[in-house]
């Protein structure tokens, strides 16, 4: 099974995600739960331009999301990229919870790292 290189699990409520994502940055994320192994499963993967901790918690109560992983990223580029990488690591829409493909943020020509979709 792939692994996602992020940190993690934690609880996905306002304590979990205000004990563990403390500073306001850019940061890619995935979203699960823990099966009986109490290993993680993603379910969703995203990321957050500039506030990954205000990000995370829009998610709270959503769909069977209880757990999240995450990690800081320099800039909102390298959040997308390492969101690709997660899309396309995890099954993308065949088996997430996302219904596309990552988006580009506006005004940005970035190309996913491991498919020509924007080519």
């Not at 994320?29 to 918690?57: E, H, M, P, Q, W």
């Not at 069977?64 to 690591?89: G, I």
């Not at 219904?99 to 498919?115: I, K, L, S």
């Amino acid at each position: 099974m792939a692994s996602t290189g992020l940190k993690g699990s934690f609880p996905l409520t306002d304590d979990g995600i205000n004990n563990e994502v403390t500073r306001t940055s850019p940061g890619a994320y995935a979203l699960g739960y823990l099966d009986s192994n109490r290993t993680f499963i993603v379910r969703y993967v995203g990321r957050s331009d500039d506030d990954l901790n205000d990000r995370l918690k829009k998610w709270i109560g959503k769909k069977n999301y209880k757990r999240f992983k995450y990690n800081y990223f320099a800039s909102p580029k390298a959040a997308f990229e390492k969101e690709c990488r997660l899309y396309h690591d995890f099954g993308g829409k065949q088996k997430l919870d996302n219904d596309v493909h990552p988006a580009r943020p506006e005004n940005t020509n970035w190309e996913c790292p491991v498919c020509t979709i924007f080519d």
